[in-house]
C-alpha cells in the first residue's frame, strides 16, 4: 500500500525549503525528497563561494591603484593560492551548515534522501517506496551544461560544481559562456593571476540588451582579460591541456569552466507518467502566478521551470507553490525582475530592458560615470547607467547598467518601479552628496527632459 501524505515536495534546494515553510503551517504529513547532497545550490556551488572568490580578487585588485594614492608596497603583495581556495572552502561550508539546519531537523519519516519519479499523477516511488501525495511540488533544481562533444575532455572540464573544490588554482583557463557566472569567475581568476580567456558565441555579456551598456561593459572587462565574442568555440586534444578555436584565434589553456547555463533536473522524473502538459523546451507548462501545472494537483518553483534562476525568485516562487499546495489557489504579483552580475563594474539589469519596451514610447536617462565624484574618489569612475521610463507620464520601467555599486542601485530602481513610482517621483527624494546615487538622479534628470509632458524643476518641490 502507498503511503499517504498531504504534500510531497520533490528537492531540498531553495525553492523546496521555501516551500516547505509555507506547507509546515498547516499540516505536519508531508514529506520532503532529495537524492543528491543536501545544501542548496546558492550555498554550496553558486551565489555565496563565489561571492568570497570575488571578494578576494577584488581586494587583491586593489593593490594596483596604492601608489597614486600614496600608499607604498603594493608591489609586495602576492596570492597563495592554496589559502585562497582553503579560505572560500572554508565560507562555503558556513553558508551550506546555515541551509542544513532545516533538514537535519526533520527525521525519517519527512525526509527521504532518494531519488522521486512519477508512476501517475499522484503517486511517486523512492527507492521502491510508493508515496500518494495529495498536492506535489517539483523542486529539483538544475545541473551545469557540458556539451556531449567534450567528454573526451572531461579531465580538463569543470563547472561550478567543481570550481570550488579546487585545492589550487590552474596557471590558465578558457571560460566558455560569459553570463552572470561565467563574467564574475572570469574576472576573478584573472585578478589572482590566473591567464584567462573568455569566450562567448554571442556578442553580448551578461545577457545585455542595451548596446551601450554592453559595449562599456565589454570595454572595461577587456582591459582585464581577453575575451572573444560572436564566435562558437571549438576544443581539440593538445599535449598541455585543451586548445581552444574560434575563428582565426587559438588558445591552449589547462582548465575550461564550461559556464553554459543549467539543465533543469526533469528527465528522470518520469513525467511521461502524468497527464501535464510540457512545452517546446521540455519544461512543464505553468502559471507563474500560482505555480501550478495546468489544473493539475503540481506545482512546479526554482530554476527548474527554466524562468528567473533566481536565488530571490526561487523563495518567492517555493513560497507560493507551499501555499497554494495547503490552501486555496490564489495568484500572487511577480516581483520586479532584478538581475546583478558581480563582476567590476557590476551589471544590472531591472524591470523591463530594451529589446522588450517599444523604442517610440520611451525615453532614456544616461549618465556617464567619468565626472561621478564618489566614483572618481573610489577610483571607479568607468560606467555607464541608462534608465527607461515612460515618455507620456514618466513612470520608471526599467533600467540597464555597468557601474560601481551597481548593485544597490538596482536595488533602489527595483523597488522605485514596483511601487509604480515615475522619474518625478524620484526626484522629489532626498540624495546626498556626495554618493554614488547622485548618479541616478542625473540619470533622472536627463529623462526629464525628455518627457512629453515639461515639469519645472522648482514644482516638484512644492507641497
Given amino acids: 500500500m502507498p503511503r499517504e501524505v498531504d504534500v510531497a515536495i520533490i528537492g531540498a534546494g531553495s525553492a523546496g525549503l521555501y516551500a516547505l515553510s509555507q506547507v509546515r503551517r498547516k499540516t505536519n504529513n508531508y514529506v520532503l525528497i532529495d537524492g543528491g547532497e543536501l545544501g542548496t545550490t546558492c550555498a554550496r556551488v553558486g551565489c555565496m563561494p563565489s561571492k568570497v572568490l570575488i571578494q578576494v580578487a577584488e581586494d587583491f585588485h586593489r593593490r594596483k591603484i596604492f601608489d597614486r594614492e600614496g600608499i607604498e608596497g603594493g608591489e609586495g603583495l602576492g ?73 573526451g575532455f572531461a579531465e580538463h572540464i569543470i563547472t561550478t560544481n567543481e570550481l570550488f573544490e579546487l585545492e589550487d588554482l590552474p596557471a590558465s583557463m578558457a571560460v566558455i559562456g560569459l553570463g552572470s557566472i561565467g563574467l564574475e569567475i572570469g574576472q576573478a581568476l584573472s585578478r589572482l593571476g590566473v591567464e584567462v580567456t573568455g569566450i ?53 589553456v589547462e582548465k575550461v569552466l564550461a559556464s553554459l547555463g543549467r539543465k533543469p533536473n526533469l528527465d528522470q522524473l518520469g513525467l511521461e507518467n502524468t497527464a501535464i502538459q510540457l512545452d517546446a523546451r521540455g519544461i512543464p507548462v505553468y502559471d507563474p ?58 551589471i544590472a539589469t531591472v524591470g523591463a530592458q530594451l529589446d522588450e ?24 569612475n568607468r560606467g555607464v547607467l541608462r534608465v527607461y521610463a515612460n515618455k507620456a507620464d514618466g513612470r520608471l520601467l526599467g533600467a540597464a547598467m555597468a ?41 533622472l534628470y536627463h529623462a526629464l527632459g525628455q518627457l512629453d509632458i515639461k515639469v519645472d524643476l522648482v514644482e516638484l518641490e512644492k507641497r
Avoid at 524620484?426 to 547622485?438: A, D, N, R
Wanted: aromatic share 6%.
Fill in 403 to 443: 557601474c560601481v555599486k551597481g548593485e544597490n542601485l538596482a536595488h533602489l530602481l527595483a523597488w522605485s518601479i514596483q511601487q509604480g513610482l515615475s522619474v518625478q517621483d524620484l526626484l522629489k527624494m532626498p540624495f546626498y552628496h556626495p554618493v554614488i546615487e547622485e548618479a541616478l538622479q542625473a540619470a
Fill in 79 to 151: 596570492i597563495d593560492a592554496a589559502e585562497v581556495m582553503e579560505h572560500v572552502q572554508d565560507l562555503r561550508d558556513v553558508f551550506v551548515d546555515k541551509t542544513l539546519g532545516v533538514t537535519d531537523s526533520l527525521d525519517a519519516d519527512h525526509l527521504l534522501e532518494g531519488y522521486a519519479r512519477f508512476i501517475s499523477e499522484d503517486t511517486l516511488e523512492v527507492d521502491g517506496e510508493q508515496i500518494r501525495a495529495g498536492k506535489i511540488i517539483i523542486a529539483t533544481g538544475t545541473t551545469p551544461v557540458v556539451p556531449t562533444a567534450w567528454q
Fill in 289 to 346: 502566478h500560482t505555480m501550478q501545472i495546468g489544473n493539475s494537483s503540481i506545482f512546479i518553483a526554482g530554476d527548474v521551470n527554466a524562468d528567473r534562476a533566481l536565488l530571490h525568485e526561487a523563495g518567492h516562487e517555493g513560497r507560493v507553490a507551499g501555499y497554494n499546495a495547503v490552501n486555496e489557489i490564489t495568484a500572487f504579483k511577480r516581483k520586479t525582475a532584478l538581475g546583478i552580475t558581480f563582476c567590476d563594474p557590476n
Fill in 200 to 252: 562567448d558565441q554571442l556578442a553580448t555579456v551578461a545577457k545585455l540588451a542595451d548596446p551601450v551598456v554592453n559595449q562599456l561593459a565589454v570595454d572595461t572587462l577587456t582591459k582585464e582579460f581577453q575575451l572573444w565574442l560572436g564566435m562558437p568555440a571549438e576544443l581539440e586534444a593538445d599535449e598541455d591541456g585543451v586548445k581552444i578555436t574560434c575563428g582565426d584565434k587559438s588558445v591552449v
Fill in 357 to 380: 519596451l517599444n523604442q517610440a514610447d520611451i525615453v532614456v536617462g544616461e549618465i556617464q560615470f567619468a565626472p561621478v565624484g564618489r566614483a572618481l574618489i573610489m577610483a571607479k
